[in-house]
């Protein structure tokens, strides 16, 4: 709101000043109701005060917030308000093109993306109406700022050069190719195919100009390698290099840098350590400039050069639509004439300049050479002998800045456009913009090299070694040998270390399969990795593992034609990263020497200050005397074992005895460290043990004379620690005691109620009279004996009734009597004439149950009973509480 009053503001001011003579009558209203600003803004500002004042009446973030909270009502209410205020500020952003989904955000980071969004749009409405204020005012904010003296912006960089930049005049201008995409691929018409393969780069080089040691037989006779069974379907570096594998020959050869040996010895001649005098250079428009494509004027070229003490070389390379990179022109000026060489079309005859390239005597000078010699080793085959590289000059001079373009302002007073150092330079034919940039960075080189020389003799004292230091330099720069990127299975991770973000294995397993997905398509495409999956984009995909093709997709942008192509492909290797499980980064901490090992205390106990269930890491180091001598066992699986002493069980308790007061045994050479290795064990035993911080350490040295004497801190604090410790013991004893005693009692009162139990028993069994004397009264009420009968031989013993075992089952149950109290049978009352003559089928087994006399054997009549077992049976044994045996088991006659 405030910025529309803003700019309602500022545009209305200019009509305000213009119709100031009319009246405010026939002037027409600023909106509906509001006939002018100041009325509007007097409204919105009475607006904006009404409605901070009903803010601040809000219940305070807090309790406050929170009481009112919870009713309903008031719930309800501040939901419906902070939707229509959310809807209401994404409008207003959306009517400013700021980013305004306030309401689609996560719910764990939903109310910082918020926050952030609101600043942002904050920032870019206040700033917005600051300018339209500042020009209301006639402020005009598009002043340039002031520049320190002798600063110089940088220039623009033109990358697509279909356009020119607007400094160069006011009507922009069109080229003849508006864009590089309709460039042909130039690799097409190479005659030697590009060689991509995942091999080292061997030297191009068959015929050694210029030389001082010959050229190794490898390189002279590499031309009947073509004949080789290797070459077949096979790239020529990798046929080179699996014949050199088998046969292991000039394998020092294969990878040596041919002029070496020509580097090595090579002198400086003492003119170019003088002072020299600057040439000038012709103007451009007054200089030659040939194009040479064609095989004859590189010759007629080739033989010029061989002519002169000194010329001029620089390159122009492209590596946007290539794996290796191509080098597309060379520019070579001399004192005299310009020439630019079309490098793609002359590709495979380019080794003719290494007759001039490689002559000693020819001084050649590059400007930042180190990646102009790799360029010129990998596609041409060419070397360079007695190089002068300026900027190696600048650098002795300690110049401002280093670059060619500040050489040319510094001693020319030439502007160098550089809106096309990153144009396409295989556009054909090509622009004539692009060739006057071209020739501009070897048209004064060859001045420089001359002004540099005499700079760097006058800051020397006209003596040659800052400048003999400058020859050295550029001679190392000369012995560079190119190297072709290998892919290994480790590649990926310098190239991850420089994103700076730490991958979880997921992550990192799918930059791995990416990078070499896109090393294994450049290389088939001879596309640059860049081109095929930029390093942003591929770490995008990696954070974020899309788990759909479309995602992959919404990683880049603008999406990259190959990606296109085969999303399918990536989206497999994604989830193939998704599918590995994860692992926890296990940072082991290296153990120090002399300290004492970590042992893991052997405790089935669980608290708060269990150390079982800890890693072995996480455990402080325990010394011999704290680690626990034996493992109690609260359930144990011998429960048979209960009659226990106490000095067995003395493990199932834990009492806490303090030692700290007691003499210490004398330590040997093996547990003595050193006094910051006990620091540093102690301050970990503080972690583990909170309270051990209250106590004095074990550890220190104490005076045996101060633990004795009685006027001593020492001696009061460890008698009174003694005398806590007798009196636990004591009360312990105690407490045991007690214990024993009230034992002894429960056993003493247990045995008195057995005995109580056993007299009442006697006393109801006399009571109970016998079978005999229920006989012997039934006989008097009769007034007949009854006589017994003897029973039969091989008589079975008579059961007996059913009421007798019921009632002996029943005493039984009630308590049985024990066995002190058993009364064997009276033998003397029985006749024992029963034992002589018997026949012999008679069992002689005496048996309790038969006590009937042989005279008095008769024969019981038929229909009659016989009573006798009842009745000489006594009611003092009871069948089945003999010591003998039961009674069923007794053999039947």
């Not at 003493?748 to 109580?756: C, I, Q, V």
């Not at 049976?873 to 088991?889: E, P």
Request: aromatic share 8%.
């Amino acid at each position: 709101m405030m910025a529309s009053v803003k700019k309602s503001d500022s545009t209305s001011s200019g009509p305000k000043e213009a119709d100031s003579d009319t009246n405010d009558e026939e002037k027409p209203e600023l909106c509906p109701g509001f006939k002018d600003v100041d009325t509007f803004v007097k409204y919105g500002l009475g607006a904006v005060l009404s409605a901070t004042k009903a803010s601040a009446a809000l219940p305070q973030a807090g309790d406050e917030y929170d009481f009112y909270r919870s009713f309903p009502g008031f719930q309800e209410f501040c939901e419906s308000q902070g939707d229509k205020l959310l809807l209401c500020m994404s409008q207003i952003m959306q009517h400013h093109s700021c980013r305004s989904h306030m309401r689609d955000q996560n719910k764990l980071t939903g109310v910082e993306e918020r926050f952030d969004l609101v600043v942002d749009s904050n920032d870019i409405i206040l700033e917005r109406a600051g300018i339209l204020l500042d020009e209301a005012d006639g402020v005009n904010r598009s002043q340039k700022p002031v520049m320190p003296a002798g600063f110089q912006p940088p220039k623009i960089v033109v990358s697509s050069w279909n356009r020119k930049g607007p400094g160069s005049g006011s009507r922009s201008e069109m080229f003849r190719l508006l864009h590089a995409k309709n460039v042909a691929r130039p690799q097409l018409k190479f005659k030697e195919k590009i060689d991509n393969s995942n091999t080292p780069f061997t030297p191009k080089i068959f015929i050694k100009p210029n030389a001082v040691k010959p050229l190794a037989s490898y390189f002279t006779n590499k031309q009947s390698h073509k004949q080789r069974p290797e070459d077949i379907d096979v790239p020529a570096a990798l046929a080179d290099f699996i014949h050199q594998q088998r046969t292991q020959e000039h394998v020092e050869d294969m990878f040596a840098h041919p002029y070496q040996y020509e580097l090595d010895h090579l002198i400086v001649p003492e003119s170019l350590l003088s002072k020299p005098e600057p040439q000038m250079y012709k103007p451009v428009a007054d200089t030659k400039c040939s194009f040479i494509d064609s095989l004859e004027d590189l010759v007629a070229l080739n033989e010029k050069l061989c002519k002169l003490p000194e010329f001029a070389v620089d390159l122009e390379h492209h590596s946007y639509r290539s794996f290796l990179g191509i080098t597309c022109l060379m520019q070579i000026s001399t004192r005299e004439e310009d020439f630019i060489i079309d490098t793609l079309e002359l590709r495979s005859e380019m080794y003719i300049l290494n007759e001039a390239f490689t002559d000693p005597a020819i001084v050649k000078v590059f400007h930042g050479a180190d990646s102009d010699i790799e360029w010129l080793q990998r596609d041409f085959g060419l070397y360079i002998v007695n190089l002068f590289d300026t900027h190696q000059a600048s650098r002795a001079l300690n110049m401002a800045r280093h670059s060619l373009d500040h050489l040319l302002k510094h001693f020319c007073t030439v502007d160098s456009d550089k809106r096309y150092q990153l144009a396409d330079w295989r556009i054909r034919p090509l622009p004539d913009e692009m060739v006057q940039y071209a020739r501009t960075d070897t048209h004064y080189l060859l001045y420089i090299y001359d002004c540099v020389r005499v700079q760097l003799l006058a800051h020397n004292n006209s003596q040659p070694g800052l400048l003999r230091s400058v020859w050295s330099k550029s001679k190392d720069i000369s012995l560079k040998k190119y190297v072709k990127p290998i892919f290994t299975e480790e590649s990926y991770l310098e190239l991850q270390r420089k994103q700076k973000k730490s991958f979880n294995t997921q992550q990192l397993i799918a930059f791995r399969l990416l990078f070499a997905w896109r090393d294994k398509l450049a290389r088939q495409e001879d596309e640059s990795t860049g081109y095929v999956l930029p390093t942003h984009m591929m770490s995008k995909i990696s954070e974020e593992l899309p788990k759909e093709p479309q995602g992959i997709i919404a990683c880049c942008n603008p999406v990259p034609p190959l990606v296109r192509q085969q999303v399918n492909e990536l989206h497999l290797l994604v989830q193939q990263a998704r599918e590995t499980p994860l692992h926890k980064a296990e940072i082991a901490a290296q153990k120090k020497k002399g300290l004492t090992p970590i042992k893991k205390p052997e405790i089935m106990l669980f608290g708060p200050h269990d150390t079982s269930r800890v890693p072995e890491s996480d455990l402080h180091p325990f010394s011999p005397g704290e680690l626990p001598v034996k493992q109690g066992l609260l359930f144990s699986e011998e429960e048979h074992k209960m009659d226990v002493d106490v000095e067995k069980a003395h493990s199932l308790m834990a009492p806490a005895k303090i030692t700290l007061f007691e003499e210490m045994e004398p330590k040997t050479d093996q547990e003595t460290h050193p006094v910051s290795q006990m620091k540093a064990r102690r301050i970990i035993e503080s972690f583990e043990n909170p309270f051990r911080m209250y106590l004095p350490s074990s550890d220190v040295h104490v005076n045996k004379n101060a633990k004795f004497d009685p006027s001593s801190k020492i001696f009061e604090i460890s008698k009174r620690w003694k005398l806590q410790s007798i009196e636990q013991q004591q009360k312990e004893m105690e407490e045991k005691r007690k214990a024993k005693q009230e034992i002894r009692e429960r056993a003493k009162k247990a045995s008195e109620e057995r005995n109580k139990a056993k007299k009442s028993y006697q006393e109801s069994l006399q009571n109970v009279p016998t079978v005999r004397q229920q006989a012997t009264e039934s006989a008097k009420e009769g007034g007949q004996k009854r006589e017994r009968v003897p029973s039969e031989a091989g008589e079975s013993t008579p059961k007996p009734s059913k009421k007798l075992m019921k009632s002996a089952e029943k005493q039984q149950k009630t308590e049985a009597p024990p066995q002190d109290t058993f009364k064997p049978f009276d033998y003397s009352q029985s006749d024992l004439k029963v034992f002589a003559g018997t026949k012999a089928k008679d069992n002689t087994q005496f048996d309790p149950n038969r006590q009937a006399h042989d005279s008095q054997r008769k024969k019981t009549p038929k229909g009659q009973k016989s009573n006798f077992g009842a009745g000489n049976r006594s009611m003092s044994y009871l069948a089945g509480k003999s010591d003998r045996g039961f009674r069923h088991n007794w053999p039947k006659r």
